[in-house]
């Protein structure tokens, strides 16, 4: 009995397990089935083959969407990344790719465009203001041409109210005088960040001034000099004001950029240019943020999550490397093969495809010695005709296309806003140069060009004293084929010259040590760097080098030689004291530039041009002139796509 009540509960047990295993079948999806008849082979008779179901398909995985990466190959690497100190072509791509603004030249480069801040500073704006203010003699003020100095008998000041030349005064001793104060406001964007995700405020721009002070005078001297203070207004807005009289055309200048307090306060002021963290791994606000720094290698960049214009899909690209220091040896063909999207510069033979953007990076000039410090040394070139003579000997287009380089026709580019097309120089003319010479003096007694002419009347010379006079050179290959051209053109209208070649830092030393800016020499080549601007100080009377207090600047002045002219002087400081919007300011510096070309103490010669390359493909990064602009960074896009 006992065992037959094991057997039947056995029997319900095994029966409940049946039921339960057909209930878990019957809930479990199938793929459908198709039941197919197949011959067996036995007459009127088939079998039911059973069919093995399709595997279930695998869904293929989403592709990763790769990162979209920009090439870029500089011909060396920066030596450091720190904002103030970093001046160099390399370093300033890298920087503008870290950094976005704060402000920009537009793309015809006659404007500062504001980046981080709310609108440029004007008199329409309110942004801008000139406040009277009372000062007293021996109080440090700006005069009329721009200079710094201490309110004195004598010195030429713009009084309150009075923005341009016009309206001068000459002080004559009172106790106090009313003087504009230049006032500017700037309002950074809301909800500005750093890089880390940290507010960028008002404050950090104010702690940009203070690093800045505190590197002085290495770091923008001629500002520094002439701010009276820099100050937080709230959050968001400083102010910053000048000395009394100071003003010019660049608002955008007197802002100080960003330094990120929170992150650099721990490092001395002093210290931040050596430092690795302010150096090789700066914090900025722009689209981009460094990743590594591989020496020797390249520079790679990350998309900044925090950029202020995110929400816009900016920036295109999820990463930049800077190659570097690979340019010197490949041509620029070989440079793209090797995946170069971006060369800057480029070296050899260009692509036959692609974008091509050519930039003045210099100005080649032959500088005349028209006023020795030594008033007892006679100069041939204090003749201003002398000097027009010589200029119509020298072939510039020869020199040009010897120096491999393009002919300049003034200390700005032809395609330049401020070039003048009136201002005319000399054209080869060796026939009028002859009957100039004669007429100033020098006479060819022997009717032989190939002899030096003799002094026949010339001012301070001896008669029958030869014209032979020296040429200071580098001994730059560039410069020793241009100083080769110019020596021929001259000796065939009978001035001989002599090729003094020197080390550039020697010849170009500040005097009175230097031969040029010591001024004791005939005739110098050098290069000047291009400016945006026509550099017209160049040849103000007060930048002729010389002892103190005789000479404003001391033996720092930039005039070797030794040029003056009263109409010039007015002319260059109403430009560069011109407020912005002034619409004498283009006036005023086309004058000043036809006055050079009249006067001669200087004989543009040839631009050096920098060429850099891109792919067909990146738009947006040409500015006017078909230059190749670095702080478009942000907006450049693969527009093949």
């Known amino acids: 009995m006992t065992n037959f009540k094991i057997n039947i509960a056995l029997a319900l047990i095994f029966g ?33 083959t059973p069919v093995i179901p399709e595997p279930t398909p695998t869904l293929a995985p989403t592709p990763t969407a790769q990162p979209r990466e920009l090439t870029v190959c500089l011909g060396n690497e920066p030596t450091s990344l720190f904002p103030y100190t970093s001046h160099e072509r390399a370093a300033q791509a890298v920087l503008s790719a870290i950094y976005d603004g704060p402000f920009e030249p537009d793309e015809n480069l006659n404007n500062s465009v504001p980046k981080i801040v709310e609108q440029s500073p004007s008199l329409d704006n309110g942004g801008m203001r000139l406040e009277a203010v009372s000062v007293r003699r021996g109080e440090s003020i700006v005069d009329s041409s721009g200079a710094l100095v201490s309110l004195s008998e004598g010195v030429v000041y713009r009084p309150a109210g009075c923005t341009q030349r016009s309206c001068e005064l000459v002080y004559a001793g009172e106790d106090a005088v009313q003087m504009n104060q230049w006032v500017l406001t700037y309002t950074l964007l809301p909800g500005m960040t750093w890089s880390d995700g940290a507010p960028l405020t008002s404050d950090d721009s104010l702690y940009g001034y203070e690093v800045a002070q505190a590197l002085f005078p290495a770091v923008k001297a001629e500002l520094l000099s002439r701010t ?105 063909v070989e440079l793209r093969a090797a995946g170069c999207e971006v060369i800057d510069p480029a070296m050899g033979e260009l692509p036959v495809e692609g974008q091509v953007f050519r930039q003045p990076a210099s100005w080649t000039l032959l500088l005349f010695g028209m006023q020795p410090a030594d008033e007892s040394r006679p100069s041939p070139f204090a003749n201003p005709a002398v000097r027009q003579a010589a200029a119509l000997c020298i072939d510039r287009a020869a020199v040009a296309q010897a120096a491999g380089a393009e002919l300049a026709e003034a200390y700005v580019p032809a395609a330049s806003l401020y070039f003048d097309p009136q201002a005319v120089l000399p054209a080869y003319d060796p026939a009028a140069a002859g009957l100039l010479l004669t007429n100033a003096g020098w006479v060819d007694a022997d009717n032989d060009p190939a002899t030096p002419r003799t002094a026949q009347g010339a001012a301070g010379f001896a008669l029958e004293a030869s014209f032979v006079v020296s040429l200071y050179v580098s001994p730059d ?39 040029v800016f010591g001024r004791a020499f005939d005739l110098a080549l050098f290069a000047w760097q291009a400016t945006e601007t026509p550099p017209c100080r160049l040849m103000l009377s007060s930048e002729i080098p010389g002892d103190y207090p005789a000479y404003a600047k001391g033996w720092s002045g930039a005039n070797a030689a030794g040029y003056t002219n009263a109409e010039y002087d007015r002319a260059c400081s109403s430009a560069l004291t011109g407020l912005p919007g002034d619409s004498t300011v283009l006036q005023d510096y086309a004058q000043a530039q036809r006055l050079l070309a009249e006067d001669l103490p200087l004989l543009p010669l040839y631009w050096q041009v920098r060429i850099s390359t891109a792919t067909a493909e990146l738009c947006n990064l040409t500015a006017a002139d078909g230059r190749l602009a670095w702080w478009y960074i942000d907006e450049v896009i693969d527009c093949s796509k």
């Open 16 to 48: 409940l397990f049946l039921i339960s295993a057909c209930n878990l079948k019957s809930d479990t999806p199938v793929p459908s089935q198709t039941s197919s008849v197949e011959p067996t082979g036995d007459a009127g008779t088939s079998l039911q």
């Open 228 to 332: 009276a203070s820099y100050t937080v207004i709230d959050e968001r807005s400083v102010e910053w004001k000048g000395l009394p009289g100071y003003q010019d055309g660049d608002a955008a200048a007197k802002f100080f950029a960003p330094l990120p307090r929170h992150a650099w306060e721990s490092i001395a002021m002093q210290d931040l240019p050596a430092s690795e963290t302010a150096s090789r791994s700066p914090i900025g606000w722009g689209a981009y943020v460094m990743s590594e720094w591989l020496p020797g290698e390249q520079i790679v960049l990350q998309r900044n999550a925090n950029f202020f214009q995110a929400s816009a899909g900016k920036p295109y690209y999820d990463r930049m490397a800077f190659r570097f220091g690979s340019n010197t040896g490949q041509t620029a």
């Open 477 to 515: 290959p560039t410069l020793q084929a241009a100083a080769s051209i110019i020596q021929q053109g001259l000796a065939g209208c009978g001035i001989q010259v002599g090729l003094e070649t020197l080390p550039a830092e020697e010849y170009l030393a500040a005097g009175p040590s230097g031969p």
